[in-house]
């Protein structure tokens, strides 16, 4: 046909012509597809090996080719040419929706399709390859009238069909997607980023949707101007959850941008001395602008680094808790199947050394005598045991009582009497001129905290005395258990408040222990307001533990009460 009689000049470069139906409308196209080519180019060099960034860019550049596919159409009056083009978009509209439903995989499930995968989402484009320049795909075309009036085939139809299908499963992987994630910041960026690829997707049919009922196919033309939605929402997603790296892009984009503007300044020189003064600018910011995006993207990358070792770390430390619950739960249950015949044990040995089975001869009591004495430090290493789970699960129960302090300590002193005469060590108790008031406490907690003190100066004093004193000031009543011991080095005093912990001087004696006593002692005084501490001036010259407790305390009441100690929070 000849372009004179239909009244258009030739196409120029294909796409610039005067058969137009809106000027504006024709021409804007560019402006999608010249945001599309950008977008898609700087995300992809973020990072050139990240596969999501790679789907990006493929979206990307099948669109930019549908578009001036398009606009081909629109513009020529060559009808083989028409023909051609018209022939080929087909297999572009299907690459575009097959591509995104590829990104849509791999953006909510972090990794590639399998091979498997990858081969049922490319059949499809098997009657295609082989049908899409033939009837099958355009059945009749005339442009006698300077008119173009198509028909298209069975292969359209096709086309039609396998798009919703993408799109159906486009769908599935959504939602599941939403199912899964339970972090809000990832919960967010898939609901931002799967609405701009579906939202362009309904734009991007608009065309075949609105010609198909109005059979006005210039209306179609609107739905092209879907791809900025869709670039508007992953802007969005870049900025406010990084879904992209946007510090590289930026950098990438502000070097591009000053790169571009310096090379355009070639088209206006006029002298010699000019053109070498922007050359030279040119290659500076050239050389420059690689350096600054190539250390951009180093701290990036180490960035990213940091961000996975958090990560795996926060994921260890959970582990690490769900762990430490499973011990305490064991111990607990251990313990509690430990303390019955630990107790029956020490039941019977203890009829057996009374005389209660008929008198035992002394080399047998002997024998008893140490069994008992080892079935108690069982009995006390499983109620130690017990008291750390209950402390770490919060179980711990106090039963206050308004008491007087000095007759408990004066108790709890005489029955390490005889142990200490065993050791010819001294073991003196000092009590205050006045009687103090009352202290709200747990007699049986404060014992167990007392005991354990007095039991260990005597443990862990070779020769000299142990002295126990009580006494109050400044509101604050304080047992002070002093010894000629072996000491504590400052290293070992800052830990030595913790599970299991035992000093090198107190292994060196072969005194048995299970570090386990003090960590107890600290919770105890800790649910009562107190304090429990330690001063030594090294090792072996003795230590010093006082415990401290006020006289009055707002948050203890008298009565049974289910209260936390501060380390079992």
Known sequence: MDPIICGWDTAKLLIFSDNVFDPLIYYSHLGPLLVAFVVGIFVFLTNRK???????????????????FDLVLWATEKN???????????????????????????????????????VLISLPFIPLIFFSFTRYNIEFFDFTNCDRDALEGILWSYTYAIEILYTVFIFIEIFFGFLKARKENKLKRLLVVSSGVLLFLIAFSWGNIAGNWTDDWTVGQYGLFGFPIFVGFLTYAIVKFKAFDIKLLGVQALIVSLILLIGSQFFFIKTTINFILTGITFALAVGFGWF??????????????????????????????????????????????????????????????????????????????????????????????LNVSRIEAGRIQYNFERIQLEPLVSEIVDTFVLTAKKKNLTLTLNLPNYVLPKLTIDPNKIKEVVSNLIDNSLKYTKEGSVSVSVEASNGIARVVISDTGIGISRDDKVKLFEKFIRTKETTSMFVSGSGLGLYIGKSFMEAHGGKIRVESEGVGKGSQFIVELPFVNPNVKAGVSGQFSMLGR
């Open 80 to 118: 083989e040419f028409t023909m051609f083009f018209w022939s080929a978009m087909i297999f572009f509209d299907l690459l575009i929706y097959s591509t995104a439903l590829y990104f849509i995989h791999v953006f909510i499930k972090q990794r590639d399709l399998s091979f498997f995968q990858k």
């Open 292 to 385: 600054l995006i190539q250390s951009v993207k180093q701290e990036v990358r180490r960035k990213e680094e940091l961000q996975k070792i958090s990560d795996s770390l926060a994921v260890t430390n959970e582990r690490l808790k769900e762990l430490d619950n499973v011990k305490s739960e064991f111990i607990s249950i251990a313990s509690h199947q430990l303390r019955t015949p630990l107790t029956a044990i020490k039941g019977y040995v203890s009829l057996l050394l009374e005389g209660s089975y008929g008198k035992v001869p002394m080399p047998i009591q002997d024998v008893l005598n140490k069994v008992y004495t080892i079935n108690n430090r069982l009995v006390q290493l499983v109620e130690n045991l």
């Open 50 to 68: 990240d596969l999501i960034n790679r789907i990006l860019l493929s979206i990307v550049l099948f669109f930019c080719i549908w578009i001036f």
